[in-house]
């Protein structure tokens, strides 16, 4: 199911999206019905292009390529008709968004990015999007994430004894102060990186195979990165790293450089949040996770009274 972005990621999502020009035949193409509603070929194009280019530069076989883009259609087909789905529901329940309430989202994006009015409908336009389908975009991310509330929200419920067992079972993730010395491995292929991920596995020298397959600038120094804390790093490899003890590595990590397995050579140890320090932190992240939960089971649940027939 596609995400229910906030209006600066779906930006920093657009900056990569460059579609290609199409017959109108083409676009007219359905691809997909869901209920009223209907799907086109054009608008499948436009979600799976920026992943269309990573795909030609990763040196991949023409039959590893096809299939790679098989699946990616399938998927982001997925996610069309779920959007549809939840676009649909949303009239139902009379969810309108104004105007204004668009121009202040736009208005977020350019203070957080400092970009002028013009800059950013320049950056827009060299995507191939005019401001009105931007505009549009912005519109229904609001309405879904009004509908979100509607439909789950108040659904959900996080009990002190649940952030409890949560900051127990997970207190290294709440780590002040703590330092990281580290080394990674970073590579384009997922498989080879996985089979690289069985060798540490096996106690296999970290540096040694950094050395040898890593493609990242200090691979030859055995992967050395250097001295952080885990503010120096977005939410998803942070989470990671957080568990390392010293001499450990972390799973393959997706990141926008490539997959990479990051090694604690060293850990300089800081302090610990109190519960009562991290309970406002645990109780988002637990709700948040019990939101999306909800929301799969109540889309599930819209798909199966739906009428969805795919002409792929």
Same mark, same amino acid.
């Given at each position: ?19 290609? @020009?199409?017959?109108?035949e083409t676009l007219d193409?359905?691809?997909? $019905? ?49 959007? !549809? ?20 989202? $736009? ?6 990015? !400092?970009? !002028? ?20 975009? =912005?519109?229904?991310? =609001? ?27 997970? $207190? ?35 540096? @040694? ?5 890593s493609m990242a600038p200090?691979?030859? &120094? ?9 503010? !120096? ?7 990671? $790293? @957080?568990l390392l003890k010293k ?48 929301? &799969? ?16």
């Amino acid at each position: 199911m596609k995400k229910m972005t906030n209006p600066l990621i779906s930006f920093l999502i657009l900056m990569g999206l460059l579609a290609p @020009a199409l017959p109108a035949e083409t676009l007219d193409r359905i691809v997909a $019905i869901v209920d009223s509603d209907i799907i086109t070929l054009g608008q499948l194009m436009k979600e799976t292009e920026p992943y269309k280019k990573n795909m030609e530069s990763s040196g991949y076989s023409d039959e590893k390529k096809k299939a790679l883009t098989d699946e990616l259609n399938r998927k982001l087909l997925g996610s069309l008709i779920d959007q !549809s789905l939840t676009q649909q529901e949303a009239k139902k329940y009379n969810i309108e968004i104004s105007e204004m309430e668009i121009d202040g989202a $736009i208005e977020n994006v350019r203070r957080i990015k !400092s970009l !002028s009015r013009e800059d950013l409908e320049k950056a827009i336009g060299q995507e191939g999007l005019t401001y009105k389908e931007y505009r549009e975009t =912005i519109r229904k991310q =609001i309405l879904q994430a009004r509908l979100i509330n509607f439909a789950v929200k108040s659904k959900v419920v996080i009990t002190e004894a649940e952030i409890k067992r949560h900051y127990e079972a997970n $207190i290294e993730k709440y780590a002040v102060n703590r330092k990281y010395h580290l080394k990674n491995i970073l590579m384009n292929d997922k498989a080879k990186m996985d089979e690289i991920k069985i060798r540490l596995d096996n106690k296999e020298d970290f540096s @040694a195979l950094a050395k040898q397959y890593s493609m990242a600038p200090n691979a030859s &120094d055995g992967g050395n990165l250097g001295v952080f804390d885990l503010g !120096s790093f977005s939410a998803g490899i942070k989470d990671s $790293i @957080a568990l390392l003890k010293k001499g450990e590595h972390t799973e393959v990590i997706r990141t926008t450089q490539g997959f990479q397995i990051f090694y604690a050579q060293d850990v300089e140890q800081g302090s610990t949040k109190t519960f009562e320090q991290a309970r406002d932190e645990i109780h988002e992240a637990l709700y948040q996770e019990q939101v999306k939960a909800k929301f &799969d089971t109540w889309l599930e649940s819209l798909k199966k009274k739906a009428h969805i027939k795919i002409l792929l």
